[in-house]
């Protein structure tokens, strides 16, 4: 590893400035204005592919934004690993909270980054974590032949549900053919404290409209005589939980696991701060469902969040409207055994029945993706967990993380292999909100874990 390692050392000034050119590009899937941005950030990682090394690089299209894959293929009789990322991000709004432009990345020092931390969208997920893989490449492939045969698949589509993502892994089951997948999409307890994550939550994504009268309508004439879409909505919602936080829909808690008493104690061993949590989010109390720890709550519990709410006049100044629409899109996130569809289906259900008569109710599911649980007795396991503690210093804690990355689910089902969660940014770095930023240390110390993982990864296989 010491010519690898040097390698890096000597590049990463380099390293660094071709991350903040990736990130000056607004790839932002959801926003069909942005089509010609997310292409252009396609074709900046196919150019970074083959200037590590990469063979065989292609931009796949899909029915959506395109795929980018590029492999090196060493020896028949070695493992291969795929490397999966997403080169996609989410909206930047609102822009007003942005300290410094969302695509224009600057790097500022604070209390957790005392090294410098980079400022902008799509920095901790996922530019930076998947480019930290194509770094470590490079250093591979320039100093010797690789331990192991690598595969790279970067898709667009991630932040929007990868819709398209099942029907290219049927496509090109045989060119995705691996021994595993593994993903820096997740993060880390703390800067002195590396883990790895062993469970995902499952996620169905969904869009409800309650359409009240035929058009907007003035308040004071209409006001008290025709049903608000707003105010039936703001009770709708409400309603969607109990005095204990605990989801109020029929049916919901059926499949959830019951996760037994000795792991939810080791669980709550990991290094937890509330009074820190708190200040951290200014916020003078957690809140959650009854009966479970903060801990708990955002890893082995199911929730749903109302993302964005909106109807009706939200200008400048006063209208007095009585909207003939309100809008509202929500969230669950979702636990071992619980199907996104069924959860779906439930949902639609149950928001109909509890719409009064003087409404109309619709329901549109966006996306979803099933729960996952990783083995921690595996090679690829094993493996990340030795990585992690030869750049660390320390052993790597499994922890279950509470975000989605549906796609970890296809692999098993489709390709039939698992995934290893290898993350390195912190659950503080603002993914999915304004001043998104993503720590030069963990920037660095991935490029450098990295290829301690193939290497461990081909003793293990071989073992």
Same mark, same amino acid.
């Given at each position: 590893?010491?010519?690898?390692?040097?390698?890096?050392?000597?590049?990463?000034?380099?390293? *660094?400035?071709? *991350?903040?050119?990736?990130?000056?590009?607004?790839?932002?899937?959801?926003?069909?204005?942005?089509?010609?941005?997310?292409?252009?950030?396609?074709?900046?990682?196919?150019?970074?592919?083959? @200037?590590?090394?990469?063979?065989?690089?292609?931009?796949?299209?899909?029915?959506?934004?395109?795929?980018?894959?590029?492999?090196? +293929?060493?020896?028949?009789?070695?493992?291969?690993?795929?490397?999966?990322?997403?080169?996609?991000?989410?909206? =930047?709004?609102?822009?007003?909270? $942005?300290?410094?432009?969302?695509?224009?990345?600057?790097?500022?020092?604070? &209390?957790?980054?005392?090294?410098?931390?980079?400022?902008?969208?799509?920095?901790?997920?996922? @530019?930076?974590?998947?480019?930290?893989?194509? !770094? /470590?490449?490079?250093?591979?492939?320039?100093?010797?032949?690789?331990?192991?045969?690598?595969?790279?698949?970067?898709?667009?589509?991630?932040?929007?549900?990868?819709?398209?993502?099942?029907?290219?892994?049927?496509?090109?089951?045989?060119?995705?053919?691996?021994?595993?997948?593994?993903?820096?999409?997740?993060?880390?307890?703390?800067?002195?404290?590396?883990?790895?994550?062993?469970?995902?939550?499952?996620?169905?994504?969904? #869009?409800?409209?309650?359409?009240?009268?035929?058009?907007?309508?003035?308040?004071?004439?209409?006001?008290?005589?025709?049903?608000?879409?707003?105010?039936?909505?703001?009770?709708?919602?409400?309603?969607?939980?109990?005095?204990?936080?605990?989801?109020?829909?029929?049916?919901?808690?059926?499949?959830?696991?019951?996760?037994?008493?000795?792991?939810?104690?080791?669980?709550?061993?990991?290094?937890?701060?509330?009074?820190?949590?708190?200040? #951290?989010?200014?916020?003078?109390?957690?809140?959650?469902?009854?009966?479970?720890?903060?801990?708990?709550?955002?890893?082995?519990?199911?929730?749903?969040?109302?993302?964005?709410? $909106?109807?009706?006049?939200?200008? #400048?100044?006063? @209208?007095?409207?009585? &909207?003939? !629409? /309100?809008? /509202?899109?929500?969230?669950?996130?979702?636990?071992?055994?619980?199907?996104?569809?069924?959860?779906?289906?439930?949902?639609?259900?149950?928001?109909?029945?509890?719409?009064? =008569?003087?409404?109309?109710?619709?329901?549109?599911?966006?996306?979803?993706?099933?729960?996952?649980?990783?083995?921690?007795?595996?090679?690829?396991?094993?493996?990340?967990?030795?990585?992690?503690?030869?750049?660390?210093?320390?052993?790597?804690?499994?922890?279950?993380?509470?975000?989605?990355?549906?796609?970890?689910?296809?692999?098993?089902?489709?390709?039939?292999? !698992?995934?290893?969660?290898?993350?390195?940014? *912190?659950?503080?770095?603002?993914?999915?909100? &304004?001043?998104?930023?993503?720590?030069?240390?963990?920037?660095?110390?991935? +490029? #450098?874990? +990295?290829?301690?993982?193939?290497?461990?990864?081909?003793?293990?296989?071989?073992?």
């Amino acid at each position: 590893m010491q010519p690898v390692q040097q390698y890096i050392h000597e590049n990463k000034g380099r390293f *660094l400035e071709e *991350l903040l050119e990736l990130l000056r590009i607004p790839s932002i899937s959801a926003d069909p204005a942005y089509k010609g941005e997310v292409r252009r950030a396609a074709e900046y990682v196919a150019e970074s592919l083959r @200037k590590s090394g990469a063979d065989r690089v292609e931009i796949i299209e899909t029915g959506g934004h395109p795929v980018v894959y590029g492999e090196k +293929i060493t020896a028949p009789d070695l493992p291969t690993v795929m490397v999966y990322g997403h080169y996609d991000v989410q909206p =930047p709004d609102p822009l007003d909270l $942005w300290t410094t432009g969302p695509f224009e990345p600057e790097i500022r020092k604070t &209390p957790l980054h005392p090294e410098g931390a980079i400022f902008a969208r799509g920095s901790a997920d996922d @530019k930076g974590q998947f480019f930290m893989h194509l !770094k /470590a490449f490079e250093a591979m492939s320039a100093n010797g032949p690789l331990p192991c045969n690598i595969k790279f698949m970067i898709e667009g589509e991630e932040e929007v549900g990868s819709a398209n993502l099942e029907g290219f892994l049927k496509a090109h089951a045989g060119r995705l053919k691996c021994d595993v997948i593994l993903v820096s999409d997740t993060h880390m307890i703390a800067r002195d404290v590396p883990s790895i994550t062993v469970g995902l939550r499952g996620l169905s994504y969904v #869009e409800v409209e309650v359409q009240g009268p035929n058009r907007d309508l003035h308040s004071g004439l209409y006001g008290g005589a025709v049903a608000n879409p707003i105010n039936i909505l703001a009770k709708m919602i409400a309603s969607l939980h109990d005095e204990n936080n605990h989801i109020a829909i029929p049916g919901f808690y059926d499949d959830v696991e019951v996760v037994a008493p000795a792991e939810r104690k080791a669980m709550n061993e990991a290094p937890y701060d509330e009074e820190a949590y708190k200040k #951290e989010l200014d916020i003078r109390m957690v809140h959650g469902e009854a009966g479970f720890t903060t801990l708990e709550r955002t890893a082995i519990r199911p929730t749903l969040d109302v993302n964005g709410i $909106w109807g009706g006049y939200t200008g #400048e100044g006063a @209208k007095t409207v009585l &909207p003939a !629409k /309100a809008f /509202a899109k929500i969230s669950m996130r979702l636990v071992p055994h619980q199907d996104p569809e069924k959860i779906t289906e439930l949902f639609a259900a149950h928001f109909k029945t509890i719409a009064p =008569p003087s409404v109309k109710v619709q329901v549109r599911y966006h996306h979803g993706g099933y729960p996952v649980v990783t083995p921690t007795d595996t090679p690829e396991y094993l493996a990340a967990h030795k990585a992690m503690e030869t750049t660390f210093g320390k052993a790597p804690i499994p922890q279950r993380g509470g975000g989605s990355i549906p796609i970890v689910a296809l692999f098993e089902n489709i390709l039939g292999v !698992k995934t290893v969660l290898m993350g390195f940014g *912190l659950d503080t770095d603002s993914i999915h909100s &304004p001043n998104e930023h993503y720590g030069l240390f963990f920037f660095f110390k991935g +490029i #450098e874990t +990295i290829p301690h993982f193939y290497q461990y990864y081909a003793e293990l296989k071989k073992d």
